[in-house]
């Protein structure tokens, strides 16, 4: 079996996978301070509530784009699985896809990840909408080939933003506003409407700008945590897959696997 391991900016998912089916997820809150020991705690119980024999681990791949936290997971792998992690994107075979961008590696871990996972599944030209710590847009040809994207803050972050400079503004819960109006009458209502309301009009004017770019039809792929919340208000998603990055790490492996 494979666990898949992918360390985003604010949480670290840990996946055990058969094939490209996956049997068990944790995620625990990202920090590079925490050692091999204490994942290691954590992991190993959380496998055995789940029936899952450590032993039985004999492949592990690690995604990360924070580098800092990658020495402690690679301690993990050694001292507890007994293996040496595959670090994705590294080695002979790369990513397996060609980066038609001024910085090739300047691509960050996990969206190249996710597009291993789409351009496995899906034909034709691309683009793939990632909800994490940031909004990610990614497009790709029918090819594979990446052919750039955008990054804009995630709707946590910008939240988090407008309320932390702004000392009466509350706290407020990220999720579709009560009213259908978007003229809101309390200042929760206005909040709620101008995150969410504001944000699906970020997703849709920003894809229609890429697919006219593109000149060509592009299927919309979403995933990362909030993107079944966003898929439920707009027509613009083709697909939502919140799995996607495991995804592309069991294929990583696979191919790491065949040789």
């Known amino acids: ?17 058969e094939g490209r089916e996956i049997r ?13 020991d204490q994942y290691a705690v954590w992991l190993i119980q959380l496998m055995a509530i789940e029936n899952i024999d450590r032993g039985a681990i004999d492949q592990i791949i ?4 924070v580098p800092r936290a990658l020495h402690n997971i690679d301690v993990l ?21 060609q980066a038609d961008v001024d910085e090739p590696r300047s691509l960050g871990a996990d969206r190249a990840v996710n597009i291993v996972a789409a351009h496995d599944a899906h034909a034709g030209d691309l683009i793939i909408v990632d909800f994490g710590t940031a909004t990610t847009f990614d497009a790709i040809d029918y090819a594979g080939t990446y052919k750039g994207g955008i990054i804009a803050p995630g ?15 509350p ?14 009458r309390n200042t929760e209502d206005q909040m709620q409407i101008g995150v969410f309301w504001g944000y699906v009009a970020l997703i849709e004017g920003l894809v ?3 697919k006219a770019e593109i000149g060509r039809p592009a299927k919309v792929i979403a995933t990362g945590g909030l993107a079944v919340l966003f898929d439920q208000q707009t027509q613009i998603f ?17 191919r790491a696997r065949a040789g």
Do not use: H
């Not at 690690?62 to 784009?65: I, P």
């Not at 001292?79 to 002979?92: L, R």
């Open 1 to 17: 079996m494979l666990l898949a391991v992918d360390v985003g900016n604010t949480n670290v998912v840990f996946a055990v996978c």
């Open 24 to 36: 068990a997820r944790w995620r625990i809150a990202t920090d590079p301070r925490r050692t091999a």
């Open 77 to 97: 792998a050694q001292k507890y699985f007994g293996i040496d992690p595959i670090i994705a994107g590294q080695g002979p075979q790369g990513w397996g896809f």
């Open 171 to 184: 706290r407020i819960a990220i999720e579709k506003p009560v009213t259908n109006s978007v003229l809101g």
């Open 62 to 65: 690690v995604s990360t784009v």
């Open 238 to 254: 083709d697909a939502v897959d919140p799995d996607l990055t495991l995804t592309g790490l069991a294929i990583l492996a696979e």
């Open 208 to 210: 229609a700008r890429m």
């Open 155 to 169: 709707i946590n972050l910008s939240l988090e933003a407008l309320v932390s400079a702004a000392a009466k503004l």
